[in-house]
């Protein structure tokens, strides 16, 4: 919950709507991001949000994201680039061929800085990322063929494969998943179902480099 700050008027500070603005995105791509920590928010005594010019300057920097500030009548401190190293990479293993959609949707306000490629199977998966390991690997667990459990269990097998970050989307338990020979220690779990949104958050947090809980 944003807290209720005193704002002087040295203070640099934009209202949503600027920072979606400056950002290219929509005011609920913004309000999305405050509510997951991706952009920090504070409240005036009136109860109005406000996030830091810098941050939102930031975030721009690391994804590439947004427009010029001069073209809404703000100055610009620091200059928007491309994401440093690249767009981060990102495989979506799932057999859904809606929630494939629903995902590149999810990911569009993030623009250049974030790119989707897609397997159906374990199998397939792994032919990908034999090409090219991704940065990030969101994978079900319930897969035709060769599922999530044997496939992440390979990787785990793959020395250079070991710093791999995986998010698996499961409706079982820790306990149910022990019982079937358990999950690699680094892989996260997410409860399934979950929507496409909440996964970009996810991808968010990664991509500016924050502790994911």
Same mark, same amino acid.
């Given at each position: 919950?944003?807290? !209720?700050? +005193?704002?002087?008027?040295?203070? @640099?500070? #934009?209202?949503? &709507? ?8 929509? =005011?609920?791509?913004?309000? #999305?991001? !405050?509510?997951?920590?991706? %952009?920090?928010?504070? &409240? /005036? ?6 996030? +830091? ?7 721009? =920097? ?16 620091? /200059?928007?680039?491309?994401? +440093? $190293? ?30 989707? @490629? ?5 199998? #397939?998966?792994? *032919? ?26 390979? =990787? ?6 070991? $710093?791999? &970050?995986? *998010?698996?989307? /499961? ?5 149910? %998943?022990?019982? @079937?020979?358990?999950?690699?220690? %680094?892989?996260? %779990?997410?409860?399934? +179902? ?20």
């Amino acid at each position: 919950m944003s807290r !209720v700050i +005193p704002l002087g008027p040295g203070s @640099r500070m #934009l209202t949503t &709507r600027e920072a979606a603005q400056r950002l290219g995105v929509s =005011l609920r791509t913004v309000q #999305l991001w !405050v509510e997951a920590d991706i %952009l920090p928010a504070a &409240r /005036t005594p009136g109860g109005h949000r406000r996030i +830091p010019y810098n941050a939102v300057e930031a975030l721009a =920097l690391s994804t590439g994201l947004g427009v010029e500030p001069e073209a809404w009548g703000i100055p610009s401190e620091t /200059t928007p680039a491309a994401a +440093p $190293g690249g767009p981060m990479d990102v495989l979506v293993v799932a057999d859904d061929a809606d929630w494939q959609t629903q995902c590149q949707h999810a990911v569009e306000p993030f623009g250049a800085a974030v790119t989707l @490629r897609f397997a159906e199977t374990g199998y #397939l998966a792994l *032919l990908q990322i034999g090409q090219k390991a991704p940065d990030l690997l969101i994978t079900h667990l319930d897969l035709p063929g060769m599922d999530g459990l044997a496939m992440l269990h390979t =990787l785990e097998r793959c020395e250079n494969l070991s $710093g791999l &970050r995986v *998010l698996a989307l /499961t409706p079982l338990t820790e306990q149910d %998943l022990a019982r @079937r020979g358990g999950l690699p220690g %680094l892989v996260e %779990l997410m409860p399934w +179902p979950v929507s496409a949104e909440a996964v970009a958050v996810r991808v968010g947090r990664l991509l500016l480099g924050q502790r994911v809980s």
